[in-house]
C-alpha cells in the first residue's frame, strides 16, 4: 500500500453555508495547512470566508484573491467562492505581503521574507489593476531566479476597477500575497498552455513606458486596436482586448499582453511589460489548440511523479473566449487529482530560471510529497468529445480557416521575402556595376577628348573629327548624368550663387557643334546680361544639357533651337523652344525609360533626372507641343 503525505480537499461556497460544508474537525490536528480561497463575490464574501476559516483553524496559513471566475476540480465557476485546503506531512508552509507601490520592491520583499534552502514554491497573489506583474516577478528574479513560483493577478470579474488580495486576516487593495512551501521531500512540477496564435503583419512598439504603451507602428494603441479589430472592440477596451493580446517571444517562449486599462490619449496600459522595437503581433485564440488534449503536453516531463495535487491559475480570456470547453479543459486534470484555481488578469510562471508574466495562458503546478510513479493514461483529444457545443465547433472551423489562412500568408510572405532579397542582390549588383562602369569610363572619355583637342591644334579641324568630337560630348552628357545617379545620394552638393546667363552660355557654346552637325543653331535672348540664382550647379548643368540635347535630337533640319531667359522680382524663367513634331503622350515624356521616337538613341532617363531634381529644388515645369513648336518652361526662385 501506497502512503500519500499531502492531500487537497476543495469546497463551492456557493448557495452553501461555510459551516455545513467543511467538517473543520477533520484539520484541526493539522500543523502544515494551507488554505487559499478563490472569491468570485467581492470583498465582503472574501473577508466573512477568511475570519471563519481562521477562527476555526488558527493554525492555517491562508492566503485569497478575488476573481474572473473559480476553478473546481473538473468545474470552472463564476461569482462563486471555491476554498481548496491543503495538508503537509513534510512541508512547512510560511506567508507573507508586501502592499508598496513599487511593484519591484515588492517582490524583493517577498522574495527576501520567504524564500530559504529548501524553498521548493512560492504561490503569489497581487492585485491585478496596478501592479505591474513583470517588475513584480523581476523583483523576485533579483533575490533568487531558482525557485519555482506559480499563482496570478487577481480579478474583479472583468469590471477592472478594484481587486482585493489577503494574506491572514488582512485584505489588501494593492500589493502582493504570498506562500512558501518549503520541503525536503515535495516533487514540484509546472507547465503552461498557451494555445493563442499570432496572426498578420510584424507590428513595432514605437514609443512605450514600462506597461503603456504610447505609440504602435505609428498611431496611438487605441487607434491601433480599432483599425484592426473594429470600433466596437476599441470602445469597449479592456474587456474585449484580452481575447486579443499582443504576442511576441522572449526567453524562448511566446507570451501575451493583454490590455488591461485605456487612457484618455490614446495609449493603453497591458498585463506586463513591453519595450521600444518589441516585434509584436495580433493574436487569437485558436480553438484547435485548446481542444487537444492539454494532459499528454503537459506531462510529458513529468510521468514519474504521483501528482497528489493540482493548483490551476489561467487566464480569464480561456474562460470567456469559449465558456463551452472550459470543463472539458480541466476534466484531464480531475480526473487524476484535486484540481483548483481561479482565472486571473495575469499568470505567474517559471521557466529555466526566467519569472514570467503570462496572459492567456493556462499554469499548472503538481505537487506530491509521495515518491509513486504515476502510471498515465493517453486520453481522447477533447475534439473528439460529444460534449462540445455546435456553437464551440463553428468556432473550431473557424479558426482552423484562420489558421490555415495564416498559415498560407506567411508562405507568401516567405516567398516575396526570398524574391525581395534576390530583387535587393541584384539591385546592389547593378548599382555596383553602374558605379564602377562610370567610374573606369571617365578616364578614357577624357583621354580621347584630350587627344582630339591636340589634334586639332596641330592638324587643324576636319569632317571625320568633328563628327567624333559630337558623339564624345553626346556620351559625356550621358555619362554626367550617370555620374550624378551615382553620387547623388552619397554626397552633399553646395547651393552656390551662379550667373545663370553665364551658364546657360557656355553650356551652349559646348554643345553648338552638336546642333550645327543636325543643321541646327540656337538663339539665345536675354533681358539682362545677369541674372543670378542660388542653385546647385551639378543639378542645374542635368536639367540644361537634357533639355539642350534632347532639342538638337529632335528638332527639325534647318530650323533653329531657342533659348530665353527672363527675370522678374521673384522668379527667373529659362525657356527653351525647337521646332519638332507633335509630342503624342505629354503626360508620360517625364516617366523614366520613355522616348518618344524609339528610332533616337538614348536610355529615357534624361527628361526623369530633371523633372526628379525640379521636384526636389522646387522648380516648376511647363510643357507646351503643338505640330509646330514644342517649348519647355522652367521657373526658379529668383534672388532678393
Known amino acids: 500500500m501506497i502512503q500519500s503525505f499531502m492531500k487537497t480537499y476543495n469546497y463551492s461556497l456557493k448557495n452553501k453555508h461555510l459551516h455545513d460544508l467543511i ?3 477533520h484539520f484541526s490536528k493539522e ?11 467581492g470583498k465582503d464574501i472574501l473577508e466573512i470566508t477568511i475570519n471563519l476559516i481562521l477562527e476555526r483553524l488558527p493554525q492555517a496559513v491562508c492566503i485569497g484573491t478575488t476573481t474572473d471566475g473559480e476553478i473546481i476540480n473538473n468545474e470552472a465557476s463564476t461569482f462563486n467562492t471555491v476554498i481548496s485546503i491543503s495538508t503537509f506531512e513534510n512541508t512547512s508552509v510560511k506567508t507573507a505581503y508586501a502592499k508598496g507601490a513599487n511593484s519591484y520592491e515588492n517582490g524583493i520583499t517577498i522574495a527576501n521574507e520567504l524564500i530559504s534552502s529548501n524553498t521548493k514554491l512560492l504561490i503569489l497573489f497581487t492585485d491585478g489593476t496596478t501592479t505591474n506583474g513583470e517588475e513584480f516577478l523581476k523583483g523576485i528574479e533579483s533575490i533568487n531566479n531558482k525557485v519555482m513560483i506559480s499563482g496570478g493577478m487577481a480579478g474583479d470579474n472583468a469590471n477592472f476597477t478594484q481587486t482585493y488580495i489577503s494574506s491572514g486576516n488582512k485584505i489588501f487593495e494593492n500589493g502582493a500575497v504570498a506562500v512558501a512551501l518549503n520541503s525536503e521531500v515535495l516533487k514540484v512540477h509546472n507547465d503552461y498552455n498557451f494555445n493563442w496564435s499570432p496572426i498578420g503583419i510584424e507590428h513595432t512598439i514605437d514609443e512605450v513606458k514600462n506597461n503603456r504603451v504610447l505609440k504602435i507602428s505609428g498611431i496611438s494603441p487605441l487607434e491601433f486596436y480599432e483599425k484592426y479589430l473594429g470600433e466596437y472592440v476599441a470602445k469597449s ?12 517571444e522572449r526567453n524562448g517562449i511566446l507570451i501575451a499582453r493583454a490590455v488591461v486599462a485605456k487612457h484618455q490619449d490614446g495609449s493603453l496600459s497591458f498585463a506586463g511589460n513591453l519595450h521600444q522595437g518589441d516585434k509584436v503581433k495580433l493574436g487569437f485564440g485558436n480553438v484547435e489548440m485548446i481542444m487537444d488534449n492539454p494532459f499528454e503536453h503537459i506531462f510529458n516531463t513529468c510521468n514519474n511523479t504521483n501528482t497528489e495535487s493540482f493548483f490551476i491559475y489561467s487566464c480569464m480570456a480561456r474562460r470567456r473566449y469559449i465558456p463551452e470547453i472550459i ?13 483548483s484555481g481561479f482565472f486571473t488578469y495575469g499568470e505567474f510562471f517559471h521557466n529555466k530560471g526566467h519569472n514570467e508574466l503570462l496572459n492567456q495562458t493556462l499554469t499548472v503546478v503538481a505537487l506530491s510529497e509521495s515518491t509513486h510513479i504515476l502510471n498515465m493514461t493517453k486520453q481522447e483529444p477533447l475534439s473528439n468529445q460529444k460534449k462540445m457545443s455546435e456553437h464551440s465547433r463553428s468556432i473550431q472551423a473557424l479558426t482552423h ?18 524574391e525581395k532579397t534576390y530583387s535587393n542582390n541584384l539591385l546592389t549588383a547593378q548599382k555596383n556595376f553602374l558605379k564602377y562602369a562610370v567610374h573606369e569610363t571617365n578616364t578614357p572619355l577624357s583621354v580621347i577628348m584630350s587627344n582630339i583637342e591636340l589634334f586639332e591644334m596641330e592638324f587643324g579641324k576636319n569632317r571625320y573629327l568633328s563628327n567624333i568630337e559630337v558623339a564624345m560630348k553626346n556620351i559625356f552628357s550621358i555619362y554626367d548624368d550617370l555620374s550624378y545617379l551615382v553620387k547623388k545620394d552619397q554626397m552633399m552638393y553646395k547651393i552656390q550663387t551662379i550667373d545663370i546667363v553665364d551658364f546657360v552660355r557656355s553650356r551652349i557654346d559646348f554643345f553648338s557643334q552638336n546642333a550645327n552637325l543636325a543643321r541646327s543653331n540656337f538663339i539665345f535672348d536675354y533681358e539682362n546680361s545677369e541674372i543670378f540664382i542660388s542653385f546647385i550647379e551639378t543639378k542645374l548643368q542635368r536639367i540644361i544639357d537634357n533639355n ?6 529632335y528638332t527639325l533640319e534647318n530650323r533653329d533651337i531657342f533659348v530665353s531667359l527672363k527675370q522678374s522680382v521673384t522668379k527667373v524663367i529659362l525657356t527653351i523652344s525647337s521646332h519638332s513634331r507633335l509630342i503624342q503622350q505629354p503626360n508620360k515624356i517625364f516617366e523614366e525609360y520613355y522616348r518618344e521616337e524609339k528610332t533616337q538613341e538614348g536610355f529615357g532617363l534624361g527628361l526623369n533626372l530633371v523633372k526628379r531634381i525640379c521636384d526636389e529644388e522646387d522648380v516648376h515645369i511647363h510643357l507646351e507641343s503643338n505640330e509646330e513648336l514644342t517649348t519647355f518652361t522652367y521657373t526658379f526662385k529668383g534672388m532678393t
Open 31 to 41: 500543523d502544515n495547512l494551507l488554505v487559499q480561497i478563490f472569491c468570485g463575490q
Open 327 to 339: 470543463n472539458l479543459e480541466l476534466e484531464p486534470f480531475a480526473n487524476i487529482t484535486s484540481t
Open 237 to 248: 477596451l479592456p474587456a474585449t482586448g484580452i481575447e486579443f493580446p499582443l504576442i511576441l
Open 548 to 553: 539642350l540635347t534632347n532639342a538638337i535630337k
Open 401 to 418: 480557416l484562420i489558421q490555415k489562412s495564416s498559415e498560407d500568408y506567411k508562405k507568401q510572405t516567405q516567398r516575396l521575402e526570398v
Open 23 to 25: 467538517d473543520f474537525s
